[in-house]
């Protein structure tokens, strides 16, 4: 079984930044990639940010791109999302997830595990 927990959210003012981390735990050898994802109220979970486990590749939704950063310490089987020049159109639920094979990073349908969510809401 796998155990994602995310922590770090908040509430924070436009402009301003918040970190996001997700723990693993379980069988993590079996992980292929990582990913971050959103769901606003009323709206579909969308795709944030994507990464390889291993490694290289990196994915970002057109909307955040060059605002927000994922990174990975594999050593502590955790994921980050550092979120910088925040928008009110940012608040919503943020979910890990993890992919053991994906096809496309950015479908919620690949990825095989999530996490319960964590809060973020900017205010303007």
């Known amino acids: 079984q796998v155990q994602l927990v995310e922590s770090g959210g908040g509430l924070v003012q436009a402009g301003g930044s918040l970190r996001l981390s997700c723990a693993a735990s379980?069988?993590?050898?079996?992980?292929?990639?990582m990913g971050w994802f959103r769901q606003a109220p009323g709206k579909e979970r969308e795709f944030v940010a994507a990464?390889?486990?291993?490694?290289?590749?990196?994915y970002y939704a057109d909307s955040v791109k060059g605002r927000f950063t994922i990174s990975r310490d594999n050593a502590k089987n955790t994921v980050y999302l550092q979120m910088n020049s925040l928008k009110p159109e940012d608040t919503a639920v943020y979910y890990c997830?993890?992919?053991?094979?994906?096809?496309?990073?950015?479908?919620?349908?690949?990825?095989?595990?999530w996490g319960q969510g964590t809060q973020v809401t900017v205010s303007s």
């Open positions: 379980g069988r993590t050898f079996s992980f292929y990639g």
């Open positions: 990464s390889r486990w291993s490694g290289g590749s990196t």
């Open positions: 997830a993890v992919s053991t094979g994906w096809g496309s990073p950015l479908r919620p349908d690949e990825y095989n595990y």
